[in-house]
């Protein structure tokens, strides 16, 4: 276990409704990252949180939004869902090295389902 | 335009027997590429992560190895076990260290 917790593990919901995903990173980091797989497909970057900044961001619409708390977890919010939002959302906690090379290690998980 | 290519895309092999996994990529700057493991329904697991400068890494049965001159990387994995079945993920990090850039994966199954 990497120590990166997700909540919750599934979730259901209809298009055009709201949903935040939130994640606990490891003890020590100061860094999130957030990442949409689709079934069959690798990670897709969403953003990263750096002590509570949004420190770099993917090819993802503006209704795809985050935070990051003072205890470094964090919440990925999605707006107005669209069939293709489902997918496996996935959280990754990291010390930031500054040098590029930091492991990031992943939660297990959210599986949104939107109908 | 950036991309990470695995071949093959999914490979059945015997208990105990070697593989190989194959990774090409397009993406520049390049900063360090990984190689992740991942089982059905959970967070990928981190394997190795190579510089520019590293030609070869091990982790236990798990031996990566990178040509920054033809970006090449392959993942070979010795004397495999049951619990090795699971998708092998490789990761391309650009210079800005922020946008990892995902391979699709080999879906390795070992059978007994």
């Known amino acids: 276990e990497t120590g990166v917790t997700q909540s919750p593990t599934h979730l259901i919901k209809t298009r055009g409704q709201q949903v935040t995903l939130r994640c606990s990173s490891q003890s020590g980091h100061n860094t999130v990252s957030w990442y949409q797989q689709a079934l069959g497909q690798g990670p897709q970057f969403i953003f990263q949180y750096y002590r509570e900044e949004e420190n770099g961001r993917g090819n993802f619409p503006p209704r795809f939004s985050g935070l990051q708390f003072p205890n470094y977890s964090s919440e990925l919010n999605v707006n107005a869902l669209e069939l293709d939002d489902s997918a496996l959302y996935l959280c990754?906690?990291?010390?930031?090295?500054?040098?590029?090379?930091?492991?990031?290690?992943f939660g297990p998980g959210t599986r949104l389902t939107v109908l | 335009k950036n991309q990470v290519e695995q071949s093959p895309q999914s490979l059945i092999i015997l208990e105990g027997k070697n593989c190989t996994l194959q990774c090409n990529y397009t993406v520049s700057p390049f900063s360090n590429l990984r190689w992740y493991k991942q089982d059905t329904g959970r967070g990928p697991v981190s394997l190795t992560i190579?510089?520019?400068?590293?030609n070869t890494k091990s982790n236990g049965r798990y031996t990566a190895t990178l040509d920054a001159d033809t970006k090449q990387s392959s993942l070979h994995i010795t004397a495999s076990q049951l619990s090795d079945s699971a998708s092998y993920i490789c990761v391309v990090s650009p210079g800005t260290g922020t946008a990892l850039i995902f391979g699709k994966g080999t879906t390795l199954s070992v059978s007994s």
């Open positions: 990754a906690s990291s010390r930031w090295s500054g040098g590029g090379t930091d492991t990031q290690y």
């Open positions: 190579m510089t520019f400068s590293e």
